[in-house]
DNA sequence: ATCGACAATATGTCACCTGG
DNA sequence: CCAGGTGACATATTGTCGAT
């Protein structure tokens, strides 16, 4: 039964392509009104008799009305004729359209033509990562944090780095009473993985940098909070010679005791290097797009391949998306992953009686990966029928020479620099009444507000471009408002007062290193606003 | 069963760049 | 100089959930 779906599915699939080809000729000559209207005629036989080929029970109406008494060597001969009529059409794409036609002659096996490639690929990809790990799970322990400091996982984390594969997942788990607060923890951790890397030679990036530096440099001269410096213009330089990546946040998980919270991210690294057309096999490909920040996509240009689009486009992949396609044709039982666990994790919450690493392992690797566990507390023989390489580390030789290595990321120390060059505030307004309700810009009340006249604060801020009255152009620009404001509710607020902000992930495009889909993700606030503010003081 | 919301992915197309 | 290849970006389609 599945197979027969399979199989529908391809043979659609290869038509389609076909019967896009004869459209396309047909869009072309639409509004060519040179030609007879014999030929016209000649090129709608054309197309019936492809939809008759491959269409037969759903046509077949069209065939009896436009087919009935023409011989095969008729339409063959039809055909060539329609070709020629296109005189217009370029040679090559003519002899483009040939090939798909040739080729689709000469295979008689559709199913296994598709499935033979699909193996070629499988191998190919399993050649290119067997020697590194396709999932890394890391557990944060309190002793170690209390011996080593939090550099001890910022150096973990960097070593283990060039040993995953990329586009492959880091998940890293915090489940006990750390003796620093936890979510200080979390944000600080996936801050350095969003950032602790360096690119400068992504072509996009390179295009724009010049004016990215302008725009915030202009953007911070003309803000009445800031005293424009030296050192902030350095900074600025600094933060835009290249583009800090890591790896890509997905998601945060929670248990629904909040015990346990499990942070998942993706390495995307740019890398250019050739992947093959997951349809054709062929190494004949161009670029195209990025469909993430650094993440490279190809095209495939081979002109036999049968994989094209009606405007006779190659196939469109990345080396994540072809894998992926691919995988369906060699599919072992412990690969699918188990409706109740697949749904378990549909939401940020999950249930504390879960066994974490089951899902993990289900949910981001297929089978004959190679997994690293790094401190978990488990028995892997347990884990033995999930037919996975698992291994699990216990402690790695500590390197020292990165320490304080989180204040020398480029978005820290553009921070440091901004909170430096905020403006002293006034104090030239007290609060006279019990209660005062008070309409006004917040950073500007604050900014002349009397110190130590409250001790409590209450906010949901605006979120990053989340509606109409919240835009920003990029969120280095939020997060500077927001740091401002900060600062000056910071000042003024009571010492051991209080402040609640109420804050959460977005999905929305950050504009700082480019300006397009490409940067459209989803974006920490939660835990930028806690690194940002703790550099505070809070 | 259907629908709206939303995210992920596939496909369409503008316009710049390059090489003959 | 200009066709056409393709990088970048836009738009369409698909898939999934919960609500109804």
């Known amino acids: 039964m599945v197979i027969e779906k399979i199989k529908k599915s391809i043979i659609l699939e290869l038509n389609k392509s076909l019967d896009d080809v004869i459209r396309s000729i047909f869009k072309e000559i639409k509004n060519k009104n040179y030609l007879t209207v014999e030929k016209k005629f000649i090129i709608n036989e054309v197309y019936y008799k ?9 046509y077949e109406p069209f065939y009896y009305l436009f087919w009935e008494k023409i011989s095969e060597e008729e339409i063959e001969k039809r055909y060539k004729s329609a070709l020629n009529t296109i005189s217009n059409k370029p040679t090559l794409i003519k002899s483009k359209i040939e090939n798909l036609i040739n080729n689709k002659k000469s295979i008689t096996n559709i199913k296994q033509y598709y499935i033979d490639k699909a193996i070629l690929f499988n191998n190919y990809v399993k050649e290119q990562e067997k020697d590194k790990e396709h999932l890394q799970i890391i557990n944060i322990k309190n002793d170690k944090i209390k011996s080593f400091g939090i550099d001890y996982y910022f150096n973990l984390i960097n070593c283990l780095y060039d040993r995953l594969n990329n586009y492959c997942h880091l998940v890293i788990v915090f489940n006990e009473d750390y003796y620093i607060n936890k979510w200080e923890l979390i944000s600080k951790i996936s801050v350095f993985c969003e950032n602790f890397k360096s690119e400068i030679n992504f072509k996009p990036f390179i295009k724009i940098q010049e004016k990215l530096e302008q725009d915030l440099q202009e953007n911070l001269k003309s803000n009445k909070y800031i005293n424009f410096n030296k050192d902030l213009q350095n900074e600025i330089l600094n933060f835009y010679s290249a583009i800090s990546y890591g790896f890509y946040f997905k998601d945060l998980f929670i248990s629904n005791d909040s015990k346990t919270n499990i942070l998942v991210l993706q390495k995307i690294q740019y890398d250019e290097s050739i992947v093959f057309c997951p349809n054709c096999f062929s190494d004949k490909v161009g670029g195209n797009s990025y469909t993430k920040l650094l993440q490279k996509s190809f095209e495939c240009s081979n002109d036999n391949c049968i994989a094209k689009n009606r405007d006779l486009r190659g196939k469109r992949y990345t080396f994540l998306s072809a894998k992926i396609q691919n995988k369906k044709f060699d599919l072992k039982e412990k690969d699918y992953v188990p409706k109740e666990i697949y749904k378990s994790f549909r939401r940020d919450i999950f249930d504390k009686k879960v066994d974490i690493l089951e899902h993990l392992i289900y ?5 004959n990966e190679n997994i690293l566990l790094y401190d978990m507390d488990i028995n892997i023989e347990k884990y033995n029928t999930l037919e996975r390489n698992i291994y699990n580390y216990e402690s790695y030789l500590y390197d020292d020479k990165n320490i304080n290595s989180f204040f020398k990321l480029p978005i820290i120390r553009i921070m440091i ?31 002349s507000l009397n110190k130590n006249q ?22 280095i620009l939020y997060f500077i408002d927001m740091v401002i404001n900060a600062k000056y509710l910071y000042d003024k607020i009571e010492d051991n007062g209080y402040y609640v902000y109420n804050i959460s992930d977005i999905v929305a495009m950050d504009n700082i290193y480019v300006k397009s889909k490409m940067c459209k993700k989803r974006q920490m606030l939660s835990s930028y606003s806690v690194v940002f503010f703790s550099l505070l003081g809070f």
Do not use: C, G
Request: aromatic letters at 18%; charged letters at 25%.
């Open 50 to 58: 492809f939809i008759h080929k491959q269409y037969t029970e759903q």
């Open 363 to 367: 949910l981001y690797t297929f089978t």
């Open 417 to 447: 620099s901004v909170i430096k060059s905020i403006k002293e505030s006034k104090e030239d307004y007290i609060v006279t009444d019990d209660i005062l309700i008070k309409n006004a810009n917040s950073t500007d009340f604050l900014y």
């Open 454 to 475: 409250f001790n409590i604060a209450i906010t949901s801020p605006p979120y990053y471009n989340a509606r109409d009255y919240s835009k920003w152009e990029n969120m």
